[in-house]
C-alpha cells in the first residue's frame, strides 16, 4: 500500500468526455505533482504545485488541467483528449527537496 | 537542462547473483533518488542519497556528487526485484526532477 493514494485505477474515456483524476496524501508535504508515462519510457513532469500554487507547468496542453483544493488534494480535469494521452498518470508528494513518494497512478486509455 | 544517463539499459540476471547499476548526470545535482517501477507500474522510493552511501538488506547506493554518478548494488537478486529501475536528479529550489531512461531488470528463476 502506498502513501499516496489516486483514484480511479483505471479509466476509459472517450475523446469528448470530461473526467478527472484524483491524489491524497496525508503526509503533510507541501509540493505534489503530476507525472505522465508512456509505455517503456521515464515519467515526465507535466505540474508541480508547492504549497497549493502552481509553481511548474511543463508547457501541458490546455486539456489538462490541474487543480490542488487543499495542501492533501490534487486533481487533474480531463477535457477532450486525444489517442496520444491514453497513458500512466502519476501523482507524487514530497517536502520540497525530499524524496518523493509516488500513488500507484491511473491507467488511462482513450478511445 | 541536466543530462542522465543510466547504464545499462536492459539487464539479464539468475536469481542469486548481484549487479550494479550505473547513473551518470551532467551538472552538479543538489538531490539524487533511486526508484524501482515493477511489473504493475508501482513507483517505489529505494533511496535518497545526494551523497555518500546507503544501505536497505539486499540494496545498497553510493553517490560521489563530485564526480557525478551514482551506483546501485543489487546483491542475491530476486525474481522480485525484476522492473525497472530508474534514477532521478534535482536541484535544491526547484521542484523539476529529472529521470534517467532505466535500466530494465530481468531476474531468472
Known amino acids: 500500500d502506498t502513501e499516496v493514494t489516486q483514484t480511479p485505477k483505471h479509466l476509459v474515456m472517450g475523446m469528448t468526455n470530461k473526467k478527472s483524476l484524483k491524489c491524497e496524501q496525508h503526509?503533510?508535504?507541501?509540493?505534489m505533482y503530476w507525472y505522465k508515462q508512456k509505455a517503456k519510457k521515464p515519467p515526465e513532469l507535466m505540474f508541480v504545485?508547492?504549497?497549493?500554487?502552481?509553481?511548474i507547468n511543463e508547457s501541458v496542453p490546455s486539456r489538462f488541467s490541474p487543480e490542488c483544493p487543499n495542501s492533501s488534494l490534487l486533481n487533474l480535469h480531463l477535457h477532450a483528449l486525444q489517442p496520444e494521452d491514453s497513458a500512466l498518470y502519476l501523482c507524487?508528494?514530497?517536502?520540497?527537496?525530499?524524496?518523493?513518494?509516488f500513488g500507484d497512478g491511473t491507467r488511462l486509455s482513450i478511445l | 537542462g541536466i543530462q542522465v544517463e543510466q547504464s545499462p539499459p536492459d539487464l539479464i540476471l539468475q536469481e542469486g547473483a548481484n549487479s550494479t547499476l550505473r547513473c551518470n548526470f551532467s551538472?552538479?545535482?543538489?538531490?539524487l533518488q533511486w526508484f524501482h517501477q515493477n511489473p504493475w507500474g508501482q513507483l517505489i522510493n529505494l533511496f535518497y542519497?545526494?551523497?555518500g552511501t546507503k544501505q536497505n538488506g539486499r540494496l545498497s547506493a553510493t553517490t560521489v556528487a563530485t564526480e557525478r554518478y551514482s551506483l546501485l548494488y543489487i546483491s542475491s537478486s530476486q525474481t522480485t526485484d525484476s522492473g525497472v529501475y530508474f534514477c532521478?536528479?534535482?536541484?535544491?529550489?526547484?521542484?523539476?526532477?529529472?529521470f534517467g531512461a532505466g535500466t530494465r531488470l530481468f531476474v531468472k528463476a
Open positions: 507524487a508528494s514530497n517536502y520540497p527537496g525530499g524524496p518523493q513518494h
Open positions: 503526509m503533510g508535504h507541501r509540493a
Open positions: 504545485y508547492s504549497y497549493e500554487k502552481l509553481s
Open positions: 551538472d552538479s545535482v543538489n538531490n
Open positions: 542519497i545526494p551523497s
Open positions: 532521478a536528479v534535482g536541484r535544491t529550489g526547484g521542484f523539476k526532477t529529472i
